[in-house]
């Protein structure tokens, strides 16, 4: 597998993407994106787990159902059309059918996503033409401007492209993701594109996408809220000419360790920007009884305000950390765990057999300074492990927060 600097969803062969300006935001920024297949694509998608859908969740499920083949994503930012009722599911029809009559498709072949502001109807007076004018300007759009055009409160553009080789084809993944705030684990105020060229069919990428997921964006937490607007979407349009994927044979290992990677880093980016953070954390959680309470374990800390508060003051109190894994429903014994801090400054060991023993506070901050910080937990209780990605929780995340509308 290659990592492909500088590439992004147009470079997938069959692919085009355009993000504008509809008018939705005041500030100019770019608004409203396209991803399209120029040929037939098959579509899998995983979404939010609260169960206050927005409509374009609901939109997407009955086309992924009406339908065997996808090939345009229409995507707004700056309007959630989330708890809009009858009107916010029209509205999200709507966007389908204008789409699909632009590019002669089904409107069962077009899915929609919103992000921003809840409750607020959409400007369909600028949504609508402003989706006629991306269409029409698909051939000279770039992945890059969509990219830009799916942001909210992210501080920078997400975008991860990998190549990896099938029956002797080059096989592309590329994807896009926003995210900032509103995030926790089981899919948060985040949403995620990818494209790729392999043909597989669309069972199969149903159920690498799920498996992906748990594992990337499930693993992931800046603020212990789950949106009402996640989702992950890939489409996959067959054009690198590899075998059909239909089986979980060695084809489709090479094929998952690449989407899991993507997705990954992907993940990381959307903990990375988390809403006033200033750190990356990284829990790495060892020797757990099952995979079940590793990844219960793992989040938990992740997921704990308080642990994120003292990694904002670069306070080494790892009774928070034991806090969290206490809490967390995790099945495992108290007086075995280990928990290490480690980065470029170094490794320091905090707790062993559950008690806190004697360390450099110096050192301690040192590490803790630095803009990525790994927690190591050892259960020392078996063999599984879990890997979960987070920020910090800075004073600054209340003040974008407590002034979200304006």
Known sequence: ????????LTDVSGFQAIGIHSGIKKSGNKDLAIIYSTKPAVAAATFTTNIVKAAPLQVNIENLKASETTQAIVVNSGNANACTGVEGLDNAHQMTQTAANILGLSPSEVLVAST???????????????????????????GTSAAEAIMTTDSFLKSVTVEVT??????????????????????????????????ISKPLLSYALKDSVSDSYNMISVDGDTSTNDMVIVLANGTAGNTLMEEADGNYDKFKEALDFLNKELAKLIAQDGEGATKLIEVSLFHAKTQKDAKVCAKSVISSNLVKSAFFGSDANWGRIMCSLGYSGGDFVPEKVDILFKNEKGTIQLVKDGAGIPFSEEHAKEILDQKYVNIVVDLKDGKYGAVAWGCDLSYDYVKINGSYRS
């Open 166 to 199: 099938i029956d002797e084809k080059p096989v592309l993944i590329s994807g896009i993701a926003k995210g900032s705030g509103m995030i926790h684990p089981n899919m948060a105020t985040m949403l995620s594109f990818v494209v790729t060229n392999a043909n």
């Open 116 to 142: 921003g502001i809840i409750g607020v109807p959409m400007p369909m007076e600028v949504v609508l033409p402003g989706i006629k004018a991306a269409c029409e300007l698909l051939h000279k759009g770039t």
């Open 1 to 8: 597998m290659k990592i492909l600097q500088n590439k992004t």
